[in-house]
């Protein structure tokens, strides 16, 4: 497994390109299995999760070509779709796996899904999208680990679902599943995610009806057919926050390229509250550290409330902040896994239940760590960019599962970032 060694102390300058979302391009790639035609994706990013789901849809029979390099072009073609499965040895390490189940039962009316695996923040189980997809008429069985689906005869009925919890990925799910599905679906209680929102777009593309978009309510109109399309992955507004975070750690003053603007507007007006400087540029957005950063307290919620997935690298921040934060963790029960590690630069932090008290330090220092699932991975890459002498990272993969060379990008604005292969 790669390791990171990073030595602290260098501020970042330069441009830097935000690449395309991974949680928008996961969704994006499960609705080729509802499309009748090949389902063309740009400005798809280099990730490991979606490697893995590239694999998964090949394993169902589907022509899949994710291109080459930065900014690539896929083409998905599930239309000789002959094997509805998604088995444990190529699903362990995503959750978003659930994300076939929808479209699987809307298209072929069968699904075999292995329970997912993914990031350890909590027991994250998939039972909203099963009791959503159950009140469309589709049942269930486990099967050796395996969630065994049916739809009944004659497809998916449409229904009026109320989440209890917002979930993002429950929401993709039941949309894709009702775009296909017989009559009128209402989703109410509904994520509001611009990652939703770029799959429901998608599905427009391809043909399907959907109102209420970005609402608490969406309301789906099932039609017989789906087309393929082309459809553009929009910029990944978690690698945009991370990277304002790290500069904001690092010192110095960077230029983030096809920045997410409205997507990210509530973590901006939180960094701005730590002194960072933002200016918007048309498309763009420049982002120069303080001289000091302030302790400013956040708590996650849903969409447009500051995003759970920015919680470590918030945190991170504030380490070597003035004054105390005080970060509250309401969407999963077990996300602080990063504040042992951050701990061992010097940080100052105390847990109690799902509320992290941060008290800034005036220095962190270099420490050996180890990852432990993706946004704790960047946490502590980014407090190493403010510790004095060498730090390394161990189990960087999860990095690598979201990231698009979240290490390149840093080193090109000039940190010190080395990665030794296994
Ligand atoms: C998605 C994102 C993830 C992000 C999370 C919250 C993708 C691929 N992943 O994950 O990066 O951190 O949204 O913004 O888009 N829950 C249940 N039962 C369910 C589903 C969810 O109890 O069936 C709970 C979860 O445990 C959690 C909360 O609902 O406490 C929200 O989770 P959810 O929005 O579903 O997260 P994901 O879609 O898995």
Redesign the pocket.
């Known amino acids: 497994m790669d390791k990171l060694i990073v030595e602290g102390g260098r501020p970042l300058r330069g441009e830097v390109r935000v690449s395309g979302a991974k949680?928008a391009a996961?969704p994006l790639m499960a609705a080729a299995i509802l499309a009748g035609g090949p389902l063309k994706l740009t400005n798809l990013p280099d990730l490991g999760d979606l490697k893995t789901m590239g694999r998964l849809l090949t394993f169902m029979g589907g022509q899949v070509d994710l291109g080459q390099g930065a900014r690539r072009e896929a083409l998905l073609d599930l239309t000789q779709l002959n094997k509805p499965e998604a088995p444990h040895e190529l699903v362990k390490t995503m959750?978003?796996s659930a994300l076939v189940l929808g479209p699987l039962l809307a298209r072929v009316g069968r699904a075999r899904v292995s329970l997912p695996g993914g990031c350890a923040i909590?027991?994250?189980?998939?039972?909203?999208?099963l009791k959503a997809l159950r009140a469309m008429g589709a049942v269930f069985d486990l099967s050796g680990g395996d969630i065994v689906a049916r739809a009944p005869e004659g497809g998916l009925k449409g229904a009026e679902i109320r989440f209890e919890?917002?979930?993002?990925?429950?929401t993709e799910n039941l949309m894709m599943a009702a775009v296909l599905a017989k009559g009128r679906t209402v989703i109410a209680n509904a994520?509001r995610?611009p990652?939703v929102v770029d799959t429901g777009r998608a599905l427009l593309a391809m043909g399907a009806k959907i109102e209420g978009l970005g609402t608490g309510t969406i309301i789906i109109e099932g039609v017989d057919f789906l087309s393929g399309a082309t459809y553009e992955v929009t910029p990944d507004r978690i690698e945009a926050g991370t990277l304002l975070a790290a500069v904001a750690l690092a010192g110095g003053e960077i230029t983030l390229r096809g920045f997410p603007h409205e997507a990210l507007a509530t973590v901006v007006a939180k960094l701005k509250e730590t002194g960072l400087i933002i200016t918007p540029i048309g498309p763009d957005l420049v982002a120069k550290a303080p001289e000091v950063l302030e302790a400013a307290d956040i708590t996650t919620q849903p969409y447009p409330g500051f995003?759970?997935?920015m919680q470590a690298q918030f945190m991170a921040m504030m380490t070597p902040a003035r004054g105390t934060s005080v970060i509250t963790e309401t969407?999963?029960e077990n996300r602080f896994m990063h504040v042992g590690e951050l701990r061992r630069l010097g940080a100052d932090i105390a847990l109690e239940g799902r509320t992290a008290v941060v008290r800034g330090v005036s220095q962190l220092s270099g420490a050996p760590m180890t990852a432990s699932d993706l946004r704790a991975s960047a946490s502590l890459v980014l407090a190493s960019l403010a510790a004095k002498g060498l730090s390394q990272i161990h189990r960087v993969y999860h990095l690598d599962r979201g990231y698009e060379g979240l290490d390149r990008k840093l080193v090109a604005l000039g940190a010190s970032i080395q990665r030794v292969k296994a």
Do not use: S
Not at 122 to 129: A, E, Q, T, W, Y
Not at 165 to 170: F, R, S
């Open positions: 949680n996961l959750r978003a909590g027991v994250r189980p998939i039972d909203l999208h919890t917002v979930t993002v990925t429950g994520a995610e990652e995003p759970t997935d969407i999963f």
